[in-house]
């Protein structure tokens, strides 16, 4: 399946590099109007973590969006004229640039709302607008709908796509025969709080969602729509996106749910729930346990069936769109729950508890193991259903 993936990711490169040729100028704005939607600077307190000039910050983003949309060869070069940023992009098809202005427009309408907020005093200190920027702006194949990005991802990284939760996500798509290489085209990210945070700051932006409702539905509009004009399938990922989703479209999607949301009319969006891509870590903890590590695993165990579960859904969905969407994740729970779930346990041994492959395949072999196997397609503990981040 791996190498059928990868056969194919080489395949599709060949094509976007026989078709990406012509020569983009892309109209920024003005130079206030490119420093607040791409939070330039993105990491300065007297001392720059990386000194960067507002140009060279737009084509660090820029760059990593055209290599993340398969444009290897592209080459992005940002100028100021008489205040107006131009982005000048070559080696891309022509037309790349709508998507981005597009972006950028929906991102007023999150400054617009920042600005609200902090009139109302509710914007912290320590927040950053932070838009989904860097990230494949045309050949994407699914969305994923989360509920604010890690300040580190901004101020350390400058990588929208770096932070626990994305990687771990990226690792299971990789473990469902998505190329590594092809995982950000997997992970076009929709965050209901366009705002980079503590990691522990959760709680404290749940109520913010409502300062934000014309970019967040600018954004599933747009983004949710393929370049070819085809929808794209959605992962929701934890409890106060899917809350937000039963607040915005009516829709209930639990945890390996399944439901259509129509962001315009006639278009209609196959959407999974999920749990957070970090949320495993709680569910693990043995302190929630009174210190039992057999009942942590389980409940960790459970969760991890359930994640290769969406994110297989995910990889499917995203490679051809026209699956049959209920039919293809009894597929994928089967496959991982199932079928599978011998390497489901390996796996959670491995990339949660941080054993090597053999002590994992050791303690899956183990009869109390083999009890939590079993557990897999059963509820999780009621104390554990509490919002994910």
């Known amino acids: 399946m791996k190498k059928t993936a990868a056969l194919s990711a080489t395949l599709a490169a060949l094509t976007l590099s026989l078709c990406a040729h012509a020569d983009v100028d892309v109209k920024l704005g003005s130079k206030e109007r490119v420093s607040r939607l791409f939070a330039y600077p993105n990491n300065c307190n007297v001392i720059c973590f990386r000194d960067w000039s507002l140009e060279k910050t737009v084509e660090h983003y820029l760059t ?144 913010v969602y409502g300062y934000f409702n014309d970019y967040q539905t600018t954004m599933v509009k747009e983004v949710s729509l393929s370049a070819k004009g085809t929808s794209l399938p959605m992962v929701a990922f934890g409890a106060p996106v899917r809350s937000w989703l039963k607040e915005q479209y009516k829709v209930e999607v639990p945890v390996l749910g399944l439901a259509t949301i129509s962001p315009v009319s006639g278009q209609n969006v196959s959407v999974i729930g999920s749990n957070h891509p970090s949320y495993i870590w709680y569910a693990a903890d043995k302190s929630n346990y009174g210190g039992d590590e057999t009942k942590a695993d389980e409940a960790g165990l459970k969760v991890m069936g359930q994640d290769l579960s969406a994110a297989c859904w995910q990889a499917g969905m995203g490679q051809k769109p026209d699956n049959d969407a209920a039919a293809l994740l009894k597929q994928c729970t089967t496959q991982w729950q199932v079928t599978r779930k011998v390497e489901t346990c390996k796996l959670f041994y491995t990339s949660i508890r941080n054993l090597t492959p053999d002590q994992a395949a050791a303690k899956c072999r183990t009869g109390a193991v083999g009890r939590q196997l079993d557990q897999l397609r059963m509820p999780l503990p009621e104390m554990l259903k509490k919002p994910a981040a």
């Open 64 to 207: 990593q969006s055209v290599q993340r949309d398969g444009y290897t060869s592209a080459t992005v070069h940002v100028v100021n004229d008489t205040n107006e940023l131009h982005a000048k992009i070559s080696g891309v098809p022509d037309g790349y640039g709508k998507p981005l202005t597009q972006l950028l427009d929906a991102g007023e309408k999150a400054y617009d709302g920042a600005k609200k907020l902090n009139a109302d005093g509710k914007f912290a200190y320590n927040w950053y607008l932070f838009l989904p920027l860097g990230m494949a702006l045309e050949n994407r194949k699914s969305v994923e709908l989360l509920h604010f990005p890690p300040d580190y991802s901004l101020t350390q990284a400058q990588d929208y796509l770096r932070s626990a939760t994305t990687d771990r996500w990226a690792a299971l798509l990789t473990d469902n025969g998505i190329a590594a290489d092809q995982t950000p085209a997997f992970q076009t990210i929709i965050d209901i709080a366009p705002i980079a945070a503590p990691a522990s700051a959760g709680k404290d932006l749940e109520g």
